[in-house]
């Protein structure tokens, strides 16, 4: 069951929500489409795990909508480029059908390795948020 605790800084936060709202990510009220994004990536990691992969998920999140979702594939696909970003990234591009991600969040269980954030980059992803205290990493470098 949710409990709703009452927030004295609300208003301040829905101030700054409003001018950054990636800052969504740190509201402790209703689960954001963010809190809702690290959730469906922490359900692949462990279905990674399940199926003898390694322990990360990651989603594409476009707005309030997930748009591309994967978990790790190296061991099952033998495919050492099978990181869960790389595969949430083709989903997101195949599922919209363009290589243009801009404006998309990235969001994954770990926070994104060198070539997973380079193909972010490529692909135009805004932001890369990771972990379960949704650490945001800022855009692709
Ligand atoms: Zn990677």
Known sequence: MRTRLARPDLHRRSCLLAALPWLAATSATAATPLHEAMRRAEALREAAVRAGDQAYGAVVLRGAEIVGAAPSRVVTANDPTAHA???????????????????????????????CEAAAGWAGISRMVHGPSLTDAGAPR
Not at 88 to 111: E, K, M, N, P, Y
């Open 85 to 115: 970003e790389m595969e949430a990234i083709r989903d997101a591009a195949r599922q919209l059908r363009t290589r243009d991600l801009s404006g998309c969040v990235l969001v994954s269980t770990s926070r994104p390795c060198r070539m």
